[in-house]
Structure formats: C-alpha cells, structure tokens
C-alpha cells in the first residue's frame, strides 16, 4: 500500500518557505517629484547624481601587455587581472576576423576610433563598460590569433599576421592610440550608489546602438556571486534541452560572427535563440530564485524586470552557504523535471498529458515554484513512477484553467493563482495513486 496523507490540501506546504537570510525587500527609496529649489540646488552641490571621470590614452603596441598584467588581490595568494575582459561580462554577440580586421585598417589609416569606457572596480583596477570588442580584436591581433582578412584600402595585407606586416606598417600602427574615458571610484560614497551610477552610464552608452535586454544589461552591471551561480547553472545540459537553447562553448563563441546561432529548423526555434542572444538563458534562472518571493513583490509581472533588478543588487549579498542551497535546488528541481515531465516541462499540456503551443514563462514559473518543493520531499520518487497520472492531471488543470493560463496574465494575483492551481494538481495526482494503492 502507497503510504500517503488521508487528505491532501493545497495549504499543505503551499507556502514555500524562504531559507534563512533570503528574504529581501523590493522597495526602494526615489526623491520627491515635487521638491523645491532649495532643495534640488542642494542635492546638486552634494554630487549625489554626478559621474566622476577623467581622460586617458593607450599606446597600441602596449595593449597586448596592458591586458595581461596581474596584480595581487587581498587574499596576496591569488592574482587577477588589472583590466577584466571577461568573456561573459557583456552580450552575447561576437565579432568576425573581418570585422577585428576593419577596426585595424581603421587604425592603420589613423580613422578616428571611438572611446572606450572604463570603470574602477576598485583603485586602478579596471573593467570595461564599453569597448570590449575592440580591445580583444587589438588584443588578439598584438598576440598573432588572427591574419587580417576583408580589407576594403588596404587588401594587400590580407593573410598578413601582425608579425609578418611589412616593417614601416607596422610601425605606423604601433603609434597609434585608442582613447579612453573612466568613471572613477570617487562617483559615490556606497558601493549601491555606485552600482547605481554605473547603471545609468552603461544604458546610455548603448541606448545608440543596438537595444539591451534587462539581462544583458544586469550581466554587465550587477555582476557578483548570485549573477554568476545564474551563469553557471544556466548551462545545465537538461535546462538548456528544456528550453531549446544552442549549447555553444565560449570558445566557440569566439569564433563566430555577431549574428551567429543560425536557426536549426531541427533542433532549435526561432524564440529560444532570440531569448539565448538576449541571455535570456541567464534571465531564466535568476527569475525562478526571485519568483520564490513573489508575495514581497509591490506589483506583478508586468514590472518583473524591476523586480530582477533589485533581487540580484541585493542577491548579490547573500552568503555562501545560501547560494550553495541555490544551487542545489536549482539542479534538484530541473532534474526532478526530467524524470516526471520529460523534455517539455513548460509547455501546456492537453487532457492526454501531450505538450501543445510553445514554452513560456506563465508555464515556467509555477512549474519551477512547485516542483521545487516536490523536488526534495518525500512524495518525490512517488511521483517519479506515476509520471503517466501526473501529466494527466496537468494537462486536466491546464484545460478546466485556459483564461489563467492563457494571454498575458500578470497581476499578482493571477501569478499565485496559477501557483495554487499547479501545487493542486501535484496534489490531485497523490490522492489518486493513494487510493489506488488501497
């Protein structure tokens, strides 16, 4: 006989309890609209809004040896670099020999470069806001990793390493300078202020170019513990088959033009690798630790980008051992997934348990919420060997709730109702396989 509660409940370990610690609050503190001018006149003379920059210029032949320098951290037995190019720092797209290339042909017919921005992590330790792309193309070009192709004025260098180029060439190269702003330490008094700071610089560097996705952005900005748990558990082979994304090495990566990740009619769609571009992947894992919350949260999903934002800020904090519960919980949870809904977890199912439409985050999120407390509990291998029973009862949910589950149903209160309708239907599925173990 199946042992199992006489009755179960929706209430019944409903509420998933925060770990200790990981509670936060998603208020945060705006100055008044309606200030006088005294007031604002004050504001200003403090700097409380005022980036803090200064000038630079670095050679070209010393860049190879500007961005391998080490320097000593705090622990004295570890070094790091002084200027961090940090192949996840930034976005997801990547420049072609021909593009590094052109930005060397640019120099070499000293055509004006734009600044790239810098910021200081810490004092004169460096990262880069701006401009990563040209400095790893002069990086790489300096230490002999590409031959220059798809010259437009100069194609008698193509196939041509830095090494091999012709003596005066090179030499006229070398005199050339690549400027650079940074935004110093003394913006603000507070590391949030700072981070803060830092955020506004970063958007309205790119607000020209290409437009930024909340991930991307947070990626570049609020990088710390929790951002990088986010990273590393994003590339969890099962996720990634969950959601259909292109499973590319960083290496890889590299080599690739910036519209890489062509569309596999096979293997991929079109939105997974829209959202993989995007780091969406990334997104994803953050929004499942900060959706755990949801009842802190001061409006609904329609602001969750807001709601991001301020979890990883203060995220960021959390300890060690919280973060390893994270992790944990994270790797219990997609794999208990894949033992009971197969590769299509975040799909609607039908009455027969079969996926329809498209994956997507108002499937995502109670899936994610619910299956976390089943993930480590005692009913977890229960409902690992009735998985037929369980699907069936998700895709009965799903049809008796289409308005829920359907549209754009942001509000708070529609996103925990879909939490107690999927808690219910796990629920739904003991009761059946007690009774039929009597």
């Not at 998603?26 to 200064?54: C, W």
């Not at 390493?161 to 400027?179: A, Q, V």
């Not at 170019?209 to 900005?221: H, P, S, W």
């Not at 293997?267 to 919350?293: C, H, I, N, P």
Request: proline letters at 5%.
């Amino acid at each position: 006989m199946v042992e199992t509660p006489d009755k179960l409940t929706v209430e019944d370990d409903y509420e998933n309890p925060l770990l200790p610690g990981e509670k936060i609050s998603f208020h945060s503190e705006t100055p008044p609209a309606n200030a006088s001018d005294e007031e604002l006149n004050r504001r200003y003379a403090k700097g409380e809004v005022r980036i803090v920059t200064e000038s630079a210029r670095y050679s070209l032949a010393g860049i190879l040896s500007m961005l391998k320098e080490k320097i000593a951290t705090n622990d004295k037995s570890e070094t790091e670099y002084r200027y961090r190019l940090d192949p996840e720092y930034q976005r997801r797209h990547r420049w072609s020999i021909d593009r590094k290339s052109r930005l060397i042909e640019s120099f070499l017919m000293n055509v004006p470069v734009p600044p790239i921005f810098l910021y200081e992590r810490e004092l004169a330790r460096y990262e880069v806001m701006d401009g990563r792309q040209r400095l790893t193309a002069l990086k790489e070009f300096y230490d002999n990793q590409y031959k220059l192709e798809g010259l437009q004025y100069w194609p008698e260098l193509n196939g041509r390493l830095y090494k091999n180029l012709p003596d005066k060439i090179r030499d006229g190269i070398d005199r050339r300078y690549i400027s650079a702003i940074i935004l110093l330490q003394e913006t603000a008094p507070t590391k949030e202020q700072a981070t803060k700071l830092k955020k506004i610089v970063f958007e309205r560097l790119n607000s020209g170019g290409v437009k930024l996705e909340g991930q991307e952005t947070r990626n570049a900005v609020y990088d710390g513990p929790l951002n990088q748990l986010c990273v590393d558990l994003s590339k969890n082979e099962t996720f990634r088959k969950f959601w259909n994304f292109p499973d590319i090495s960083p290496e890889e990566e590299d080599k690739e033009d910036e519209n890489n990740y062509e569309e596999d009619p096979h293997t991929k769609d079109s939105k997974s690798l829209k959202w993989f571009k995007q780091m969406g992947d990334v997104e994803l894992v953050l929004r499942f630790f900060a959706y755990r919350q949801l009842d802190s949260f001061p409006s609904g999903l329609n602001k969750m980008a807001e709601m991001l934002d301020r979890f990883i800020v203060e995220g960021n904090k959390f300890p060690e051992e919280l973060l390893t519960n994270y992790r944990q919980m994270f790797l219990q949870t997609i794999s208990f997934l894949s033992e009971t809904l197969g590769e299509s977890p975040y799909y609607r199912l039908d009455s027969s348990g079969n996926p329809q439409q498209q994956r997507n985050k108002i499937i995502y999120d109670p899936v994610m919420y619910v299956a976390s407390q089943y993930a480590q509990s005692e009913q977890r291998n229960l409902l690992i060997e009735n998985k037929d029973e369980l699907l069936k009862q998700l895709g009965k949910m799903y049809k008796d709730n289409d308005n829920i589950f359907g549209g754009r149903k942001t509000n708070k209160s529609d996103a925990k109702k879909r939490n107690e309708l999927m808690k219910q239907a796990f629920v739904d599925t003991i009761e059946l396989i007690a009774k039929k173990g009597q």
